[in-house]
């Protein structure tokens, strides 16, 4: 038996919930994960989890041991990223979750220059909406927009705030008229963005004053670019972040509505696993994302 191994399997059983989760996570097959903790039980003499079909929990024994290991461990965390940090090397392998729209649109141009920055580090970057697990699913960094860390273990750096706009084809404003008020948009098809807090109210500000306006229309799709692709169809009017449409916008392809009312903007952050020293390859990464980033905001971000 390794122990490390063996107690690295066990902490993460016991965080994670469940043999499959900590299989996945570490990368094992769910059959190493048993067997390890099955030694370690064996070298102990003691039972440290009861395990059924359903459900996982700690022993009395195996809630003394495991505060001891977590303990343990994490000082081995801390005394290797310590060292990293004074080496100061950026290399390894950088798992990252990433919003498919904001990735193409804002930096993926931008990634192979990090990457000829950093020789010795490689990269998987993987486009999805969906709002992942990072410890579960074995991610270094994932970028989304949050108002609240879903776990006391993250910690979140602000990379960019996006600016959200009104917008619509021409062809759709001349048939279904332009509305200057939020409450007009009941009169209008509205694409949602299947995915957003927002995709059947949404929120704007003027002067300080707030107003939630509820939208209906026939299309919700969980893309932004496919938003964007449905607005300069004519399909109706949609909320997009400004800087998806800046183009279209520019080049009179869409056009604002609803004047001096704002929507309301979405922050981005980078969110990581909370470590006394941030591992030189997550910090690289987050500090090209500010910098690639900051200068995409508009006036209103």
Not at 1 to 25: K, N
Not at 87 to 98: D, F, I, N, P, W
Not at 176 to 204: D, I, M, Y
Not at 263 to 288: C, E, G, H, N
Request: with cysteine.
């Amino acid at each position: 038996m390794d122990r490390f191994t063996a107690l690295t399997v066990f902490r993460h059983a016991v965080e994670l919930g469940s043999f499959a989760a900590t299989a996945r996570h570490l990368r094992l097959s769910p059959a190493a994960v048993s067997k390890n903790v099955g030694e370690l039980e064996a070298a102990l003499g003691v039972r440290l989890l009861h395990r059924t079909t359903r459900r996982m929990s700690l022993t009395e024994a195996g809630e003394l041991y495991y505060e001891s290991v977590a303990r343990v461990l994490d000082e081995l965390d801390d005394a290797e990223g310590m060292l990293d940090a004074m080496q100061g090397e950026t290399k390894g392998s950088l798992r990252v979750s990433a919003p498919m729209s904001l990735t193409l649109t804002c930096f993926a141009s931008a990634i192979p220059a990090f990457l000829q920055r950093h020789p010795e580090l490689s990269l998987d970057l993987r486009l999805d909406d969906r709002r992942v697990n990072l410890v579960e699913e074995g991610f270094d960094v994932a970028i989304r927009g949050t108002e609240q860390l879903e776990d006391s273990s993250l910690v979140a750096r602000k990379v960019m705030t996006l600016a959200h706009v009104v917008c619509g084809a021409p062809d759709y404003l001349e048939r279904r008229g332009t509305p200057t008020h939020p409450k007009q948009l009941r009169e209008h098809e509205c694409v949602g963005f299947s995915l957003a807090a927002h995709a059947r109210e949404w929120s704007f500000s003027k002067r300080g004053r707030e107003l939630r306006q509820p939208v209906r229309g026939r299309y919700q799709v969980s893309s932004s670019l496919a938003v964007r692709e449905a607005l300069r169809a004519g399909l109706g009017l949609g909320m997009i972040p400004e800087v998806y449409v800046r183009e279209d916008l520019a080049a009179g392809r869409l056009r604002a509505v609803l004047g001096e009312w704002t929507p309301r903007s979405a922050t981005v952050y980078a969110v990581y696993p909370s470590k006394r020293y941030l591992v030189p390859k997550v910090r690289a990464f987050v500090d090209f994302l500010v910098a690639e980033l900051a200068g995409l905001e508009t006036a209103e971000g």
